[in-house]
C-alpha cells in the first residue's frame, strides 16, 4: 500500500497596524502568524513612538 504524500501548509501571516487612542498614533505593526498547529505573534513599535530602535534595520 502506498503511502499518501503529506502536503505541508504554507505559513498563514496577518499584519496588523496598532494605534493608540482618538487620537490614532501609530503605535507598531502586530503579525499574526499561523503555521499548522503552531500559532505566534510579534509587535514592533513604530519609530515614530521614540521606542528602541528595531533591531530589523
Do not use: H
Amino acid at each position: 500500500m502506498a503511502n499518501k504524500p503529506v502536503f505541508k501548509s504554507t505559513p498563514q501571516r496577518t499584519p496588523l497596524e496598532v494605534f493608540l487612542g482618538k487620537a490614532e498614533k501609530p503605535l507598531g505593526r502586530l503579525i499574526f502568524v499561523k503555521d499548522g498547529q503552531r500559532e505566534f505573534s510579534q509587535f514592533a513599535y513604530n519609530e515614530a513612538w521614540g521606542g528602541r530602535p528595531s533591531l530589523t534595520r
